[in-house]
């Protein structure tokens, strides 16, 4: 799961995914392409909208993504088309490419839609993110 700095959207991604699916075969990870927040917890609106939803996020810390995902993951959702550009940068193969995938595909199937960054809006934003992500979520656990 990647977002830009690995504080609202894809620890909110990693924390529903994570609820879906069987944690020993299946490790669900988020970063981000922005290294600004390493080390730090999610933002503490997904902290709260992941609470409200019966989830908690707060042992997660933020991390960087890196080209060696590419070899430690099977899958990459990314939120957004300017986040996707930044991973497919670091992709060495079609192999790795191949793994790239906006996340809301699973919702909106070829119409390439971002999930909104809620980092600069109201609580309300972070709670439309939940929504988004708990539907592609629900999806992708199904399908893996």
């Known amino acids: 799961m990647v977002c830009l700095g690995n504080i609202c959207r894809s620890p909110l991604a ?17 970063a981000g392409t922005g290294g600004w927040h390493v080390g730090e917890q999610p933002d503490p ?5 992941a609470k409200k939803n019966g989830l908690d996020i707060t042992k997660q810390r933020g ?5 060696s995902d590419f070899e430690e993951f099977d899958y990459i959702f990314i939120m957004d088309a300017s986040n996707e550009e930044n991973v497919l940068a670091l992709a060495s193969s079609d192999k790795h490419r191949g793994k790239v995938q906006m996340i809301l595909e699973e919702i909106f199937p070829s119409e390439k839609v971002d999930v909104p960054d809620p980092y600069y809006g109201g609580d309300r934003g972070f709670d439309q993110v939940y929504e ?5 979520c629900t999806k992708i656990a199904v399908r893996l």
């Open 14 to 30: 990693e924390g529903i995914l994570q609820s879906k699916v069987d944690a020993a075969r299946i490790e669900v990870m988020s």
């Open 132 to 136: 988004m992500l708990e539907k592609a």
């Open 45 to 49: 609106r997904s902290i709260a909208v």
């Open 63 to 67: 991390r960087q993504f890196k080209a």
